[in-house]
């Protein structure tokens, strides 16, 4: 399962942790992805949005 919004395609990225004494470690940032159903063309479907996707109203939500 990859960790990618299916409408704008924001998805983990990576970088570092820099402590106090800057000793640096590696790390990720994953993205708020919910899964919503939504109607596409006439179909149902799950998609996996971010939360900023879902707030602009960028698809509608399938109650």
Do not use: Q
């Not at 800057?22 to 996996?48: F, H, S």
């Amino acid at each position: 399962m990859s960790r990618t919004c299916d409408i704008c395609g924001k998805h983990t990225i990576t970088g570092n942790k820099v402590s106090h004494a800057k000793n640096r470690t590696r790390r990720t940032w994953k993205p708020n992805l919910v899964k919503v159903k939504t109607e596409i063309g006439g179909t149902t479907l799950t998609v996996k949005v971010c939360a900023r996707c879902l707030r602009s109203d960028y698809i509608t939500k399938k109650v």
